[in-house]
Structure formats: C-alpha cells, structure tokens
C-alpha cells in the first residue's frame, strides 16, 4: 500500500460494483474478514459469504443481498487495511460513500456498530426492493453529456406523468439517470442524438434516488430512529448536500433523504479536495470511485483494497 497523501479520504462502493468473487481473498487471507462474515450470517439469517464467493449473479445482484454485500465487504476491507496499514490509517481524515457505500463511511468513521450498520442496509434493501417491486423502473449511466444537456435529454424521453432524471452525478461526462422503465426505453437514441457516447444500464433493482423511492423512506426513517447512532470520529460527506457531518442527528436525517435525493458525488469529491484532501483510498470491491476521481482531478493520488492484488 504506497498512497502518498498527507490527509486521505477513505471512500466506498456503491450498488452495481458487486460481482461474484467479491470478499473470497479477504476471507482466504484474513481473519478478521471470515469473522465479519460470520456475524453478518448471525444478522442477515443466511449465507453472505457463500453468495459473495459463488453466486449466482442474478441473486447478488438482487438489492437485498448487493447492499449487505457491499457493507460486508467494504467494512471488512477497511479494517483488514488498517491493520496492515496503521499510519496510512491515522492518517484518515475523512470517510465518504456512493449511495449505499455512505453507511458503510458511517459504519467505519463510528456512526454505527457494524451489527446495526447491516441491519439498517438490510432494511434499506428491503425497502428500496419493495418500491422497485410496485413500479417497472431502473437506471443507465450515460457517458459524454453534461448535466444541462442530460436534464434536457431526459425531459425529451418522459411521457406525462412518467418520471426520468438525473441520478448519480458521478463525475465529468459519467451521469446516472434513473426513471420509469418506458423512459428508459426512450433513452439511448435521444442521448445519442444529443451527443452521449454511450448509455450502459446499470445492474439494480429500480429507479434509486427519485420520487419512486417514496415508499422507503418512511421505513428508513422508522429503522434509523431504531437504531444507536453517534457522533462519527471523522467527517462523513453527504451524498445529499455534499457537505461533511458528524453529527449524529444530521447523519440520521440525511441518510433517510438520501434514497430519493440525487447522489451528489463529483460535488462531495470536489468539497474534500477543497478542505485539504490531498489522496483518496477505495475500500471494498472494484475501482469504479477511483474511476470518478481519475476525471474530477486526475493528479490526485488513489489506491484501493478488497480485491486481490
């Protein structure tokens, strides 16, 4: 592990970078990953660790099993690295995550107890499933439009009352857009009418972060409040305001929001660079952030850990 920042950030995957394999060589490797496994087994009721490692596809990819995974693993990355890396680790001076992968960075910075960290995930999936069950919807990321010309991209491809709009704003030139499954349908000619270089939709369950996620907030708001949060030990930059919290009560709030506000990403990363974050590390599975970062600020130092080296 060679990241050479002075102040990092510690950031995490969210849903669509799951694959199976994912956690296999932690778990081969570490110890601490097969004993995570284990108590996420005693918590969820089945067997992640099996799913993770062998599939198939099709059920992992189902967003009650991605969202554990993805916490599982990205928890189990994080303190494998720690312990490998314990002066990278003082170092860290902030957490962040995509979507899902924000309760992981509040998880690691002490907002949550790993056992109520997968327990609200597991519910979020549950909910986020349920509203993606009652309405044919989905996501595409779409590459080479900017925000102005996709918003209008997208109000091309709706039909009265049907919703479609901007969703992950990940980085330069790489937006998610998230809507009906009709709109959708609409979407590649029109983007590439426009300019787009590609539509590619993505592996969840429905339209995240929009109005069709009304349902779960509710539910998410009920299982926060059941929940013990603290004051995390790190700021954790919010997807919905793209600002840094410690504040338990803030996180709280904002995590219910988050489901159906849009994923402000390429802002949060651009707020860290403009506090002083001087390197990035992605915890977890796949290098789909360090992508992000490669386009926000192409300088900036960043390595992973979770997969095989």
Not at 80 to 89: F, R, S, T
Not at 140 to 169: F, H, M, W, Y
Not at 246 to 273: F, G, H, K, Y
Request: glycine share 10%; proline share 5%.
């Amino acid at each position: 592990m060679s990241l050479d920042a002075a102040k990092p950030a510690i950031l995490f995957p969210g849903q669509g970078a799951q694959t199976p394999g994912m956690g296999t060589w932690l778990c081969a490797e570490y110890s601490i990953a097969n004993e995570l496994f284990g108590e996420a087994a005693d918590v969820l009721g089945y067997d992640l660790k099996s799913l993770c490692a062998d599939g198939p596809a099709e059920k992992l990819n189902e967003t009650v099993h991605s969202q554990p995974a993805l916490f599982v693993v990205g928890i189990a990355a994080a303190r494998v690295h720690d312990d490998l890396n314990p002066e990278l680790a003082k170092k860290i001076v902030a957490a962040a995550g995509l979507s899902l992968g924000e309760y992981t960075a509040v998880c690691y910075a002490g907002g949550v107890s790993f056992a109520d960290g997968l327990k609200l995930v597991q519910k979020r999936g549950e909910a986020m499933q349920a509203c993606a069950d009652a309405t044919e919807s989905g996501m595409a990321s779409v590459l080479g439009l900017d925000l102005e010309k996709l918003t209008a991209v997208c109000e091309e491809c709706r039909s009265g009352d049907e919703i479609l709009q901007p969703a992950n704003l990940l980085c330069p030139g790489n937006i998610a857009v998230s809507g009906h499954r009709s709109a959708l349908e609409r979407l590649e000619p029109v983007a590439s009418a426009a300019g787009a270089m590609k539509v590619v939709p993505l592996s969840v369950a429905g339209a995240f972060h929009t109005p069709i996620m009304d349902g779960a907030v509710e539910q998410l708001t009920r299982a926060l409040e059941e929940v013990e949060l603290s004051d995390t030990r790190i700021p954790v930059y919010s997807n919905v305001d793209a600002k840094p919290h410690t504040s338990a009560d803030e996180i709280r709030q904002l995590l219910a929001r988050q489901v159906v506000n849009p994923v402000r990403w390429d802002d949060s990363i651009n707020a860290m660079l403009g506090d002083g974050i001087d390197g990035f590390l992605e915890a977890g599975t796949g290098r789909v952030l360090r992508g992000t970062i490669k386009r926000i600020a192409r300088k900036t130092p960043t390595d992973g850990f979770g997969d095989q080296p």
